[in-house]
């Protein structure tokens, strides 16, 4: 069933929710061998998986594919549910970002002042921003423009739809501190969204 | 934005409440202020369905899971033997290297005793191998006595010309083996006392069952507490010190 809706249509992917209560289900299934079960929870994570990758590293794609690389290794020792599924792959993430932030930074044929370029958030410009409809996209680009840790708490709570307790194991904080930042960069977001004009 | 609580503004903790609805992605009431509003819309088209090149590294994933689900195109339950019989090639391996080793440690201690017995080692193992396994003494070596000396052990020596000519004026051949002559008992040689001030009664070189039916000698007035061995092995009796002019040789003419 699942096959058949990530088959069908040729000229948009369907990107309805597809795990809801059968989470645990289609996890077992996966770690049995199930191909289709593992399509269904890449699906499920990828696009938060990848927006949150985009906030926090420039080589977003090729991070994404080597977490799942990994994931799929893992993924026969796995135990939790949704929440603990979500913790564990966003982890897996944000380690092969730093890894590849640390690897970028080693690569010689890379100028400087390139690399600074594409760590530093990309700040769009206002004018463009007000033109533009609320979108994934958008948000996303001002989000960008958020201090670090603002836009990767927001990502992972928000996006992901981790707890306060994993995005703290995750970022290395306090809950306290993670609720605390979180508060603080919405309103900041809500701030760059009005000056920008993005919000109608 | 009129009203709106930013850090450092008065009031900005009596959002907290909108904010985690926010972030829990929660309908806000009604009365909420337009901003809240507005916010929560933007962070619902952030985590909204998945655009088209989100999953186009979908295909790339899903064959490295059949691959790792199934690499030979096999089932899963197939592979499990194959994990288990891991164990028992690494410990064929380890064995095979013990073999190896101890093999090596066979042969270099056959090969280091056939070049003692050889005496082709130089002086300090030789001396050691002739104090280990009763290998013929390295050449001018000042002790002349075996090893085995103090177990009681009869040690066979070849003689040596290079020897013979060290051991002095009264060393000879007949002297230093008086059963030498064909059908001749071979003289018995008693382990000698280790005792400090012993003094034998009789020379530490008897004939043992067989004996010189002359009497022995009568001791000089200053004997010589030990016999001495000669080079090739052999008590002579001979004391090798200056004060050496009387001998308890029972062999010595």
Known sequence: MVGDRLRRGTGRADTRPVIGAAFSVTLASAQGGDETAFACLFRDVQPALLRYLHVITPEADDVAGDTWLQVVKGLPGFRGGEEAFRAWLFTIARHRAVDAGRSRSRRPDLPLAVTEAMEQPMAPDAADLALEAISTRSVLALIKTLPRDHAEIIMLRVVAGLEAADVARIVGKTPGAVRVTAHRALRRLSDLAERAGVTH | MPGFPIPGRPG????????????????????????????????????????????????????????????????????????????????????????????????????????????????????????????????????????????????????????????????????????????????????????????????????????????????????????????????TGIPTGPAAAPTLNPYVP
């Open chain 2, 12 to 235: 900005g903790e009596h959002d907290e409440p909108l904010l985690d609805m926010i972030i829990a992605r929660r309908a806000l009431p009604p009365d909420a202020p337009q901003e809240m509003h507005d916010l929560a819309r933007m962070l619902a088209a952030l985590a909204g369905p998945a655009e088209l090149g989100e999953l186009a590294g979908g295909a790339a994933v899903r064959a490295a899971f059949s691959q790792a689900a199934c690499p030979v195109g096999i089932s899963s339950a197939a592979r499990r033997p194959v994990r288990r019989r891991r164990p028992r090639h690494r410990g064929r391996d380890r064995s095979r290297a013990r073999l190896a080793v101890a093999m090596v440690a066979v042969v270099a201690g056959l090969g280091s005793v056939l070049a003692a017995y050889s005496d082709v080692l130089p002086s300090p193992i030789q001396r050691l191998a002739h104090a280990a396994v009763a290998a013929p003494a390295p050449p001018g070596s000042g002790s002349d006595r075996p090893a085995a000396l103090g177990t009681g052990r009869q040690v066979p020596h070849k003689p040596r010309p290079s020897s013979q000519s060290a051991s002095g004026p009264h060393h000879s051949a007949s002297a230093a083996q008086p059963s030498a002559q064909p059908g001749s008992p071979t003289p018995h040689y008693s382990p000698l006392s280790s005792s400090p001030g012993h003094r034998p009664t009789e020379p530490a070189c008897s004939p043992g069952p067989w004996r010189s039916p002359s009497p022995p000698p009568k001791a000089s007035a200053h004997p010589s507490p030990l016999p001495s061995w000669s080079q090739a092995g052999q008590c």
